[in-house]
C-alpha cells in the first residue's frame, strides 16, 4: 500500500455501533467492567483509548513501524526514549538541535547521571570517536533545527549496529512523506505530531514509532506509568491531519523550493540555508534518504546585523511571527531568542547559529504572496 493510502487509511476503520467512517472521539475516563477483571480491552484511559489506539497503528504504518506510541508532547516523546537508558550511560547527540531537546539533556537528565556528547554529524564517522563502553545510543535529527544540516542515516545505523547501540531519529522536520528512518536502520522514530503530522497549529503532541516488541513494550510502560498521555481529542486532530499529510507536503516541498530559489537570488540575503540546493552540504545524502526537501530552511541578510534581522522578522504580514512550525500557515521565527533561547550562545555560535539568523516555515499559501511579502519585508 503506497504511503498517501496509508495515510487516509491505516489504522481507521468504521464504528461498529454506528458506522461512522472518523473514528469517534471517545471522551471517557474509564469504562465499565461487567465483572473484575472481565472488560472489553479497556480499563482507564490513562492505559488505553480507542482514539488514540487508531492514531498510534495509523503512525505505525506510515513510518514502517509496527507499534506507535503516543504522548502529550514531542518533549513527552524524546523523554520516553531517554528513559529506555540508565544512570552513567551515554548519548552521542547530533550538536545542531532543537532547544528543548538540548535542554532536556542537559537540565534534566545530565541531572540523573546521563552523560550527552554534542558532535558535530556531517560525517558521520565522526561518531566513533565518541563510542566508549558506557555509549548506549546515538540521537540525530535530519534535517537539523535550523541549520538544515544532513546526516547520513544509514552510516549512523551501521555504527549503532556494529557497537549494539540504539539510534534514534527526530523526523520531525521531514515527516514520513520525505523520509523514513526505520527503513534506513534506526531502531527509534520521534515526532514532534504538533508539527507537520498535525499540520494545522490546533495540537500538541508526541509521537514514537518503533518496529521492535521489547522497545514497545518499555515505550507503553512508560507512556502508561508516567502518565504523559495525549487526550483523545487531541489524538483525533492529529489522525485527521494525517490524511492531507501527502498532499500538503507536496505543497510545502513546491513553496519551499520557489521560496529558497527566490531568498539566494535576492541582492540583499547573505546565506540561505535549505537542503535542496546542489551545492547544500551532503546534498548527496539527503537526495539519497528524501523524496524531497521540504519547506524548512533558514537565512541570514548581507546586512548580517541583529537589527536588520529583527526588522525583517517584525515586517511580515503573511509569515505570522510565531514558534513551531509544519502548520498549513507560513512562519517566521528567531532561533537566538525563540526556539533556541535555552542554548547557550557559545554553544549556538560555536555550530553556526548566529544571531542574526532567520527560520522560515513555508506554509500551503500561493507562492507568489508569499514572495511578495518577504520581498516587502527584506526591503
Same mark, same amino acid.
Given at each position: 500500500?503506497?504511503l498517501?493510502?496509508?495515510?487516509?487509511?491505516?489504522?481507521?476503520?468504521?464504528?461498529?455501533?454506528?458506522?461512522?467512517?472518523m473514528?469517534?472521539?471517545?471522551?471517557?475516563s474509564?469504562?465499565?467492567?461487567s465483572?473484575p477483571?472481565h472488560h472489553?480491552?479497556?480499563e482507564?484511559?490513562?492505559?488505553?483509548?480507542?482514539?488514540?489506539?487508531?492514531?498510534q497503528?495509523?503512525?505505525?504504518a506510515?513510518e514502517n513501524g509496527?507499534?506507535?506510541?503516543?504522548f502529550?508532547?514531542?518533549?513527552?516523546?524524546?523523554d520516553?526514549?531517554?528513559?529506555?537508558?540508565?544512570p552513567g550511560d551515554?548519548?552521542i547527540?547530533?550538536?545542531?538541535?532543537?532547544?528543548?531537546?538540548?535542554?532536556i539533556f542537559t537540565k534534566?537528565?545530565a541531572r540523573?547521571?546521563?552523560?550527552f556528547h554534542?558532535?558535530?554529524?556531517q560525517?558521520?564517522?565522526? %561518531?566513533?570517536n565518541?563510542v566508549?563502553a558506557?555509549?548506549?545510543?546515538?540521537?540525530?535529527e535530519t534535517?537539523?533545527?535550523p541549520?538544515m544540516?544532513i546526516i547520513?542515516i544509514?552510516?549512523?545505523?551501521?555504527?549503532?549496529?556494529?557497537?549494539?547501540?540504539l539510534?534514534?531519529v527526530d523526523?520531525?522536520?521531514a515527516s514520513?512523506?520525505?523520509?523514513?528512518?526505520l527503513?534506513?536502520?534506526?531502531?527509534?522514530?520521534v515526532h514532534s505530531a504538533?508539527?507537520?503530522l498535525?499540520?494545522h497549529?490546533?495540537?500538541v503532541?508526541?509521537?514514537v514509532?518503533v518496529k521492535?516488541?521489547?522497545?514497545?513494550?518499555?515505550?507503553y510502560?512508560?507512556?502508561?506509568?508516567?502518565?504523559?498521555?495525549?487526550?483523545?481529542?487531541d489524538?483525533f486532530?492529529?489522525?485527521?491531519?494525517?490524511?492531507?499529510?501527502h498532499?500538503?507536503m507536496?505543497?510545502?516541498?513546491?513553496?519551499?523550493?520557489?521560496v529558497?530559489r527566490?531568498?539566494?537570488?535576492h541582492p540583499?540575503v547573505?546565506?540561505?540555508?535549505?537542503?535542496?540546493f546542489?551545492?547544500?552540504p551532503?546534498h548527496?545524502?539527503a537526495?539519497k534518504?528524501m523524496r524531497?526537501f521540504?519547506?524548512m530552511?533558514s537565512f541570514?541578510?548581507?546586512?548580517?546585523?541583529?537589527?536588520?534581522?529583527?526588522?525583517v522578522?517584525?515586517?511580515?504580514?503573511?509569515?505570522?511571527?510565531?514558534?513551531?512550525?509544519g502548520?498549513?500557515?507560513?512562519?517566521?521565527?528567531?532561533?537566538a531568542?525563540m526556539t533556541?533561547?535555552?542554548?547557550?550562545?557559545?554553544?549556538?555560535?560555536?555550530?553556526?547559529l548566529?544571531?542574526?539568523l532567520?527560520?522560515?516555515?513555508?506554509? %500551503?499559501?500561493?507562492?507568489?504572496?508569499?514572495?511578495?511579502?518577504?520581498?516587502?519585508?527584506?526591503?
Open positions: 500500500m503506497k498517501g493510502t496509508k495515510l487516509i487509511h491505516a489504522g481507521v476503520a468504521p464504528d461498529p455501533s454506528t458506522g461512522a467512517i473514528t469517534p472521539i471517545y471522551q471517557t474509564t469504562y465499565v467492567q465483572a477483571g472489553k480491552g479497556y482507564y484511559a490513562r492505559t488505553q483509548n480507542p482514539t488514540r489506539d487508531a492514531l497503528d495509523a503512525l505505525a506510515i509496527t507499534h506507535g506510541i503516543s502529550g508532547s514531542g518533549l513527552a516523546a524524546t520516553a526514549v531517554i528513559k529506555l537508558l540508565n551515554e548519548v547527540v547530533s550538536s545542531d538541535l532543537y532547544g528543548g531537546t538540548y535542554r534534566v537528565f540523573y547521571g546521563v552523560k554534542f558532535i558535530g554529524m560525517d558521520a564517522q565522526n %561518531i566513533r565518541y566508549n558506557q555509549t548506549k545510543m546515538i540521537w540525530i534535517p537539523t533545527n541549520l544540516n547520513d544509514a552510516a549512523c545505523a551501521q555504527i549503532a549496529q556494529e557497537h549494539q547501540l539510534l534514534s523526523n520531525t522536520f514520513p512523506y520525505l523520509q523514513n528512518p527503513d534506513l536502520g534506526a531502531h527509534i522514530v504538533t508539527k507537520y498535525g499540520g497549529s490546533d495540537v503532541h508526541g509521537a514509532i521492535d516488541e521489547a522497545l514497545a513494550q518499555q515505550l510502560f512508560f507512556q502508561n506509568s508516567c502518565g504523559a498521555v495525549p487526550g483523545p481529542q489524538c486532530l492529529v489522525l485527521r491531519g494525517l490524511k492531507t499529510l498532499v500538503r507536496q505543497r510545502h516541498c513546491e513553496n519551499g523550493a520557489t529558497a527566490f531568498l539566494r537570488e540583499k547573505g546565506k540561505v540555508f535549505w537542503c535542496g546542489e551545492d547544500h551532503n548527496d545524502i537526495k534518504q524531497g521540504g519547506g530552511m541570514t541578510l548581507k546586512n548580517d546585523s541583529m537589527d536588520a534581522a529583527l526588522k522578522l517584525s515586517s511580515t504580514h503573511l509569515f505570522s511571527l510565531a514558534e513551531s512550525l502548520g498549513v500557515e507560513s512562519l517566521i521565527g528567531h532561533p531568542t533556541h533561547a535555552s542554548i547557550p550562545r557559545e554553544e549556538r555560535m560555536k555550530n553556526g548566529v544571531d542574526s532567520i527560520r522560515l516555515s513555508v506554509g %500551503i499559501e500561493d507562492a507568489d504572496d508569499l514572495l511578495a511579502d518577504l520581498d516587502k519585508a527584506i526591503a
